[in-house]
């Protein structure tokens, strides 16, 4: 057996479960497939009809329109051509009365033409110098806050440099304004802006030089007075002599010699940053004045464009004025013109009209009635290969829904029966049939088996529900053996219930499953402790020949009487007691865990099988029984029980206290 494989009771009938639900989720699924494409090709199908009857219909009702309007056109032809040449005279009557007015209208209309080109002429010209203006306005207030902002920076600029004359002159020098800037108004102003941004920035770094901070509050002109009118006040305070008056020039020539290399050093590390400052603000300062003279010139171009503009489009139109009398004329002579040269036209037209149109109108009613016929036949052609289109994609839909459906199949089905298989596989090696060959070719195992075959479960799925469709066969057999197993150290334990005393079926079981354990499991690691309290030791007779060879096996004898049993089970809970503090302690879980570490001192495994429980039971031995059941798994003591449900429990353990555990 695989040490991945797990027998546990609960996953196989996960499994059968799974597999049935399964099994029975594709037989609706193929159920709902075959109802949804019967309905579909039942749909295509009514559709077809359908439509074929609504083009027959739509194809009588068109041949009977057609008839209908070329017999009515005909009609109309025939009384036309009188109606058109009466329509015709009285047009060109009315025309030659009316053709002095429509020439004055002509006329009005050109001086009208030109009197508005005039007046939208003025409009843009007013229109323009307005925004030309505006556009000044905005031009002359961003200088102006520039300039104001330049200004600031300069006073800014000014108090910083208080004291360091250099400085001073060097700022003086930026307010003269020199040079030309080629370029645009909004460039210009551009460049300006970012001068004065480069301009605030370089005084923001001046003003972290802490010297010349100082010397800004104290210039050298006011600090050097100020110290010696102190020194000499000093003098005088301290008795005017020759000693106090030394000590006053001494210190008088120290402060001034640390002033003056104080200045020295502050000019020194200030003096490119304060370059920069100057620079910047005289560039701006030529910036300023280099775009106001863009923005007159611009605003100057503008206006002179604005009025040649004017100029020209007035000169055009008093030039157009003094033709609007032969405007009249030519209007008149033109549209006399054409009345007489259309009208005999026009009358020509209408007399070959009637019969080449009566003609031409009999042909194509003829050629309508066989269009009719010709389409009606395409459309029910359209409609048969739209209906051969419709069933072939419901053949590709069927069978893509059919093969989705069938590796939705191998997807979910072919796993759970690859688990049963395994399952089968790994107990058919370890739990073989019992056969002489079995026992002649059987060795001592090394190593203790983690698992009991007990039972299997012989399932039909065929008297299941699940699909009939061939492409949905099942994977494997329908009759299929499920292996039931005890595992260990969790699912050890095993009760039977029955309404009789235990028969061949329940004690075959168990001796199947000591004989399975004696012979899964190394010699010296495993013993039983059997109590058989109504058959006095029959049920197990034929393990006393174990005892022949070790009593402990069996734990000397098959216990039958009440006192014996209080015994074997006060030992058993002793047992329990002594794994729990000698070898579980706080480190291991199981005694699995800890046989695990201990090799070959390992812990061995106990086994308490109990026929007809609870008879000759105690209620201490029934107090003692319940707490092997809960806590003799983790020591290794696990419990085979059969319970004659005929004998109701004692009090102190509960039906559900043996099954849960």
């Not at 203790?448 to 492409?471: I, S, W």
């Not at 006060?570 to 201990?598: C, D, F, G, S």
Request: aromatic fraction near 8%.
């Amino acid at each position: 057996m695989s040490d991945r494989t797990d027998l546990r009771v609960s996953r196989a009938l996960t499994l059968l479960a799974d597999l049935r639900a399964v099994l029975a989720d594709f037989a609706k699924r193929e159920e709902t497939l075959l109802r949804d494409l019967g309905k579909q090709r039942g749909t295509a199908l009514r559709k077809h009809r359908d439509a074929t009857e609504k083009a027959e219909s739509r194809l009588a009702v068109q041949t009977a329109e057609a008839t209908e309007f070329f017999s009515s056109t005909e009609e109309r032809l025939r009384t036309r051509y009188e109606g058109r040449r009466e329509r015709v005279q009285k047009l060109y009557t009315t025309g030659l009365r009316n053709l002095p007015k429509r020439a004055q209208d002509a006329k009005r209309r050109w001086m009208g033409d030109l009197q508005m080109r005039q007046f939208q002429a003025d409009r843009k010209q007013i229109t323009g110098l307005e925004a030309a203006g505006k556009v000044l306005a905005q031009c002359t207030a961003d200088l102006k806050e520039q300039r104001t902002r330049g200004d600031t920076l300069q006073r800014t600029a000014r108090r910083a440099f208080g004291g360091f004359g250099a400085f001073l002159w060097m700022l003086k020098k930026a307010r003269i304004v020199g040079g030309e800037s080629a370029g645009e108004q909004e460039q210009l102003l551009a460049q300006l802006i970012a001068q004065l941004d480069a301009a605030e920035q370089h005084l923001a770094a001046f003003s972290k030089f802490i010297i010349a901070r100082f010397f800004s509050f104290a210039p050298p002109a006011l600090l050097i007075p100020f110290i010696v009118g102190s020194a000499l006040a000093l003098a005088f305070g301290l008795g005017a002599n020759a000693t106090t008056f030394g000590m006053a020039g001494g210190a008088i020539v120290v402060l001034i010699t640390t002033i003056c290399i104080l200045h020295f050093l502050g000019r020194k590390a200030a003096q490119p940053t304060a370059t920069a400052i100057a620079a910047a603000l005289a560039e701006a300062n030529r910036l300023h004045a280099a775009c106001g003279a863009a923005t007159a010139a611009r605003h100057a171009a503008e206006v002179a464009r604005l009025k040649a503009e004017f100029e020209k489009t007035s000169a055009a139109i008093a030039e157009q004025w003094n033709r609007a009398d032969d405007i009249e004329a030519e209007f008149e002579v033109a549209a006399r013109e054409k009345l007489e040269t259309q009208t005999p036209r026009v009358f020509g037209k209408i007399a070959s009209y009637g019969r080449p149109k009566l003609t031409h109108i009999a042909a194509e009613g003829a050629a309508r009635m066989e269009q009719i016929g010709a389409d009606g036949a395409a459309q029910k052609q359209t409609l048969t290969t739209a209906h051969q289109t419709e069933i072939a994609a419901l053949d590709a839909d069927e069978k893509a829904r059919w093969a989705q459906l069938e590796a939705d199949w191998q997807n979910a089905v072919v796993p759970l029966y690859r688990d049963l298989e395994a399952m089968q596989i790994a107990t058919a090696v370890q739990f073989p049939p019992w056969t002489p060959q079995f026992a002649e070719a059987w060795t001592p195992p090394v190593e203790f088996m983690p698992a009991t075959k007990f039972a299997q479960l012989d399932v039909n799925l065929a008297k299941d529900d699940h699909p009939q469709e061939p492409r949905l066969a099942l994977p494997g057999p329908a009759q299929t053996s499920i292996p039931l197993a005890l595992t260990y150290p969790d699912h050890g334990s095993l009760l039977f219930e029955t309404q009789e005393s235990g028969g061949p079926a329940v004690i075959g079981a168990l001796d199947n499953i000591i004989l399975r354990l004696l012979a899964t499991t190394p010699p010296g690691k495993i013993a039983f402790t059997i109590i058989d309290p109504v058959g006095l030791g029959q049920n197990f007779a034929g393990l006393m020949h174990l005892a022949d060879y070790e009593e402990a096996l069996i734990n000397r004898r098959i216990w039958t009487q009440r006192d014996q049993i209080d015994e074997r089970l006060a030992e058993l809970a002793e047992h329990i007691e002594k794994v729990i503090q000698m070898y579980l302690r706080n480190e291991y879980n199981t005694i699995t865990e800890y046989n695990e570490q201990a090799g070959s001192v390992a812990e061995k495994y106990l086994f308490l099988v109990i026929a007809d429980f609870p008879g000759n039971f105690s209620e201490s031995a029934v107090k003692r029984l319940q707490s092997i059941v809960l806590s003799g798994p983790r020591c290794g003591i696990f419990t085979l029980i059969h319970w004659d449900q005929r004998q109701p429990l004692p009090d102190g353990i509960a039906a559900e206290d043996l099954r849960k555990n």
